[in-house]
C-alpha cells in the first residue's frame, strides 16, 4: 500500500456514518493528502450530487478530497446514451429528478406512467404505494427500470440503518419481472470516472470501502487494489478484499504515513 498513489474512499458505513465521521478518518485523510496521494471519493448516495457530498465532508472537516462523485453525475447522461432523450419517470428523490431533467430528458408525472419510456428509481422518502405502482407498472409494460444502486441499507448513526435504494428496486423490479440497470457501484462507470479525475491507473489506486459486493467487487472489476474497512470485526465473505482493516489508524501504517490528529 506504500506505493499507491490515490485511495478512493466509499463513504456512508466506511468515511462516516450519518453525520458523524468514524474514528480517525479526518486526521489520516489530511495525512494521506500531506504525504502526496490523491484522494477520491465515490458513493452510491441517490440524493446527493458530489458537489453536495463535498460541502458535506467540508462541514465536518474534510477539506482534501480531489474528486467526489455520485451516482447523480452520470444517470442522465447514461440514460441518453443507451436510449436517447426520453420520457422519464423519477420516483426517488427531488435532486434525482432535477439532474436527470438537467441531461435533456422530460420528467413524466407519476399519474402519467404510462406515457414513460424508461423508469428511474433511487432512494424515496415518500415512496407510497401509489408511487411503487407507477414504476413498477411502467417497468412492466416494457420501460428500462434504472437506478443509482441496489445497496440494501443506508448506515446512519449508532449502527442503524434505513432501507436502501436495493429494497425499493427489489419491490419495483419483482412486480414488474425485469432486472434493473444499475449506473453505480459495483458497476464500472464511477470507479472509472474517479480514476480518471485522479490522473492514475487503475493498479496505482486503492478502493477503501465496507461493502464487499458494491466496493471490492466492483474495484477488483476494474483492476483497482482492494481495502476492505470492517470495524466491527471480518465479515464473512472478506477474503474477496486484498487487505482488511478495522480502523483508520490501520489503513495509515499500511500506508506508511502518520497520522496523529490536530
Ligand atoms: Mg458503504
Given at each position: 500500500m506504500k506505493s499507491v498513489r490515490a485511495f478512493v474512499f466509499d463513504l456512508d458505513g466506511c468515511v462516516w456514518n450519518?453525520?458523524?465521521?468514524?474514528?480517525?478518518?479526518?486526521?489520516?485523510?489530511?495525512?494521506?493528502?500531506?504525504?502526496?496521494?490523491?484522494?477520491?471519493?465515490?458513493?452510491?448516495?441517490?440524493?446527493?450530487?458530489?458537489?453536495?457530498?463535498?460541502?458535506?465532508?467540508?462541514?465536518?472537516?474534510?477539506?482534501?478530497?480531489?474528486?467526489?462523485l455520485t451516482p447523480l453525475?452520470?444517470?442522465?447522461?447514461?440514460i441518453a446514451d443507451r436510449y436517447g432523450r426520453s420520457r422519464v419517470l423519477v420516483i426517488g428523490?427531488?435532486?434525482?429528478?432535477?439532474?436527470?431533467?438537467?441531461?435533456?430528458?422530460?420528467?413524466?408525472?407519476?399519474?402519467?406512467?404510462?406515457?414513460a419510456a424508461?423508469?428511474?428509481?433511487?432512494?424515496?422518502?415518500?415512496?407510497?404505494?401509489?408511487?411503487?405502482?407507477a414504476a413498477a407498472r411502467a417497468a412492466a409494460a416494457g420501460a428500462p427500470l434504472v437506478t443509482p444502486n441496489v445497496d440494501p441499507r443506508l448506515p446512519i448513526e449508532g449502527g442503524d440503518f434505513f432501507p436502501g435504494c436495493g429494497a425499493i428496486i427489489a419491490a419495483v423490479a419483482t412486480a414488474a419481472g425485469v432486472e434493473p440497470i444499475?449506473?453505480?457501484?459495483?458497476?464500472?462507470?464511477?470507479?472509472?470516472?474517479?480514476?480518471?479525475r485522479l490522473g492514475v491507473g487503475a493498479p496505482e489506486a486503492a478502493m477503501v470501502g465496507d461493502s464487499i459486493p458494491s466496493d471490492v467487487v466492483g474495484a477488483r472489476r476494474v483492476g483497482m487494489r482492494t481495502v476492505?474497512?470492517?470495524?466491527?470485526?471480518?465479515?464473512?465473505?472478506?477474503?474477496?478484499?486484498?487487505?482488511?482493516?478495522?480502523?483508520?489508524?490501520?489503513?495509515?501504517?499500511?500506508?506508511?504515513?502518520?497520522?496523529?490528529?490536530?
Amino acid at each position: 500500500m506504500k506505493s499507491v498513489r490515490a485511495f478512493v474512499f466509499d463513504l456512508d458505513g466506511c468515511v462516516w456514518n450519518g453525520d458523524t465521521l468514524n474514528p480517525g478518518a479526518a486526521a489520516v485523510l489530511r495525512a494521506l493528502h500531506e504525504h502526496g496521494r490523491r484522494l477520491g471519493f465515490i458513493t452510491n448516495n441517490s440524493r446527493a450530487t458530489g458537489s453536495d457530498i463535498r460541502v458535506r465532508l467540508e462541514r465536518l472537516g474534510v477539506t482534501v478530497a480531489d474528486t467526489v462523485l455520485t451516482p447523480l453525475e452520470i444517470i442522465g447522461e447514461t440514460i441518453a446514451d443507451r436510449y436517447g432523450r426520453s420520457r422519464v419517470l423519477v420516483i426517488g428523490a427531488a435532486e434525482l429528478a432535477d439532474v436527470v431533467a438537467l441531461a435533456g430528458h422530460e420528467i413524466v408525472a407519476v399519474k402519467d406512467y404510462r406515457r414513460a419510456a424508461v423508469v428511474v428509481v433511487g432512494n424515496d422518502f415518500e415512496l407510497s404505494y401509489e408511487r411503487l405502482t407507477a414504476a413498477a407498472r411502467a417497468a412492466a409494460a416494457g420501460a428500462p427500470l434504472v437506478t443509482p444502486n441496489v445497496d440494501p441499507r443506508l448506515p446512519i448513526e449508532g449502527g442503524d440503518f434505513f432501507p436502501g435504494c436495493g429494497a425499493i428496486i427489489a419491490a419495483v423490479a419483482t412486480a414488474a419481472g425485469v432486472e434493473p440497470i444499475v449506473v453505480g457501484k459495483p458497476e464500472p462507470p464511477l470507479f472509472e470516472i474517479a480514476l480518471r479525475r485522479l490522473g492514475v491507473g487503475a493498479p496505482e489506486a486503492a478502493m477503501v470501502g465496507d461493502s464487499i459486493p458494491s466496493d471490492v467487487v466492483g474495484a477488483r472489476r476494474v483492476g483497482m487494489r482492494t481495502v476492505l474497512y470492517a470495524p466491527d470485526g471480518v465479515p464473512p465473505g472478506a477474503d474477496a478484499a486484498e487487505l482488511v482493516i478495522g480502523s483508520f489508524a490501520d489503513l495509515a501504517r499500511l500506508a506508511g504515513v502518520p497520522a496523529t490528529a490536530g
